[in-house]
């Protein structure tokens, strides 16, 4: 975790080599309410100043970077002096409630991010189990890519979503789907449970 906060500031401060700027962090902090009295660690604040000291100090916050650790979150400030041209006016980012919010906007990002990557894992570790299912049992007269009409009785799989797909089945398993060749889905169909079609649905999206 060290080494990927080093990295962040070699990267923040290389990009700022010209402005007055300094970092500071702090890492597996616990608490959002509690940062700005604790001493940062890192650059000027050296482990000794808080936020608090530094804009006293006249220092202000440029931006802030947060991450989850594994004992909280690590937070890194960056910070410059006034004299630039946006110290000069009004609406710098130094008071508390406008760093407050941009501190939960950022968590609500991240919490974003995380949300969608755990959805794509789910579809991937679908797919995977699909593929498996596929291939032994359904390729045959699918198709390798689920582009099979099945001489003409079967619409394409890989047009189906996973809800069309639970139609036609379910219909199978009660009598009420027919194409023209259902007695030959039938005894199919009542080994395939809704999971196992969404592993397949899975699968042929992501070949296709
Ligand atoms: C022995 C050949 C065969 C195999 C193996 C087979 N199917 Fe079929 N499948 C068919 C035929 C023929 C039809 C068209 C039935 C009809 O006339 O309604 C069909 C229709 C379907 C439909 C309905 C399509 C539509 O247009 O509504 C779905 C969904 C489907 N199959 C899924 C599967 C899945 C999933 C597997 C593997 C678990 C599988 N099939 C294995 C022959 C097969």
Redesign the pocket.
């Known amino acids: 975790m060290k080494k990927a906060i080093l990295s962040s500031i070699l990267l923040l401060s290389s990009t700022s080599i010209f402005a007055d700027t300094t970092m500071c962090f702090k890492e597996n902090h616990q608490s959002m309410s509690t940062i700005e009295n604790t001493p940062l660690d890192g650059g000027i604040c050296a482990g000794k100043n808080t936020i608090a000291d530094m804009k006293a100090k006249g220092w202000l916050v440029d931006d802030i970077k947060i991450s989850q650790s594994a004992n909280g979150m690590n937070f890194i400030y960056v910070l410059k002096t006034p004299g630039s041209q946006m110290a000069s006016q009004s609406n710098f980012s130094g008071n508390q409630a406008d760093m407050e919010a941009r501190i939960l906007e950022k968590l609500e990002k991240k919490k974003e991010a995380e949300k969608v990557a755990k959805e794509i894992q789910i579809k991937k570790d679908l797919s995977v189990d699909g593929k498996n ?2 291939v032994n ?2 390729q ?3 198709g390798e890519k689920g582009e099979s009409t ?2 003409g ?3 394409p ?1 890989n047009t ?1 979503s996973s809800e ?2 639970r139609h ?2 379910s219909g ?1 398993t009660n009598g009420t ?6 007695s ?2 039938r005894p ?1 169909t009542s080994t ?1 449970t809704y999971v ?2 969404d592993k ?1 649905s899975a699968y042929l999206e992501s070949i296709k």
Not at 177 to 182: H, S, V
Request: glycine fraction near 6%; include cysteine; charge should be positive.
């Open positions: 299912i596929y049992k359904c045959s007269c699918h099945v001489g009785y079967s619409r799989l189906l069309e797909m036609s089945i199978y789907y027919d194409r023209g060749r259902a030959v889905m199919i395939l196992t079609l397949v």
